[in-house]
């Protein structure tokens, strides 16, 4: 019994040496031509265990710099699963990633700091213009490539400023994430502070269709131009309040 263990031990360990010799390129350029992966990986360097890439290109949108320390129990089981550094914008984001051979992504304690003009110009906001620095807690993420991932997280926009005639201070937004019960995303949006108070959510389905529903209620301080700013955009409501309402396709704001 003791024999039949050492022995299984010894091809184990030879596959993680194997494994650990080969350069990374080439088991990327494998896996890229043999599966289809959401996901692709240009100048590839290193080894399958601790590799970089200068870039990464999912969803147009591209990844800089990322670096991975692979779990080597994870190949295994027919699946990738590390721990990442990347830069999006020259910003850093850390995490903990694993994909398997379908191409379902999953993704834990992921991190990130994004100013806020970096964030406006990876989608098409519906309207003003952003100031500030997002903060991004993402807890878990489960995506099968297709549709909307499976999302809960945090992200805090601080010294929050939205822009339309004239710049109005938001104080710190709070965005919460979580799954809702058709298979789609609840975004729900708060905040503390500002000469605005925001409440308000967006629904996502599993189409990428959205809604969005945003009440903005001036503090009793602020300025006409504010109010003036507001119904550029916003209906207002019988309290005083002014209501924004959009839906669309995640598409139409390249997303």
């Given at each position: ?5 050492y ?10 040496f ?10 990327i ?7 289809n ?35 080597p ?70 995506w099968?490539?297709?549709?909307i ?11 929050a ?31 503390k ?20 529903q945003?009440?903005?209620?001036p ?37």
């Amino acid at each position: 019994m003791k024999r039949r263990y050492y022995i299984i031990l010894a091809i184990i360990s030879y596959l993680i040496f194997a494994l650990a010799s080969t350069p990374a390129a080439k088991v990327i350029s494998l896996a890229q031509n043999n599966f289809n992966l959401p996901v692709k990986f240009y100048g590839v360097q290193g080894s399958i265990w601790n590799g970089q890439a200068d870039s990464l290109l999912a969803q147009n949108h591209r990844i800089d710099q990322l670096k991975w320390s692979l779990n080597p129990a994870a190949l295994l089981l027919a699946s990738i699963s590390a721990d990442i550094q990347a830069s999006i914008k020259e910003q850093n984001i850390i995490g903990h990633i694993s994909v398997n051979m379908n191409g379902d992504i999953e993704a834990k304690d992921l991190r990130a700091t994004l100013s806020a003009k970096d964030v406006q110009q990876l989608a098409a906001m519906p309207f003003g213009e952003l100031d500030g620095k997002f903060v991004l807690n993402i807890e878990s993420l489960s995506w099968p490539g297709n549709g909307i991932p499976d999302t809960t997280g945090t992200i805090k926009w601080h010294q929050a400023k939205l822009t339309l005639v004239e710049a109005v201070d938001l104080g710190q937004v709070i965005i919460n994430i979580k799954p809702d019960d058709n298979d789609g995303m609840l975004i729900e949006i708060e905040n503390k502070g500002g000469a605005l108070s925001i409440n308000g959510s967006i629904a996502l389905s599993d189409k990428k269709q959205y809604r969005l529903q945003l009440d903005f209620n001036p503090a009793s301080n602020a300025n006409a131009n504010i109010k003036q700013s507001l119904a550029m955009f916003a209906k207002r409501q019988s309290n005083g309040s002014y209501r924004f309402k959009q839906n669309g396709n995640l598409n139409q704001l390249g997303l």
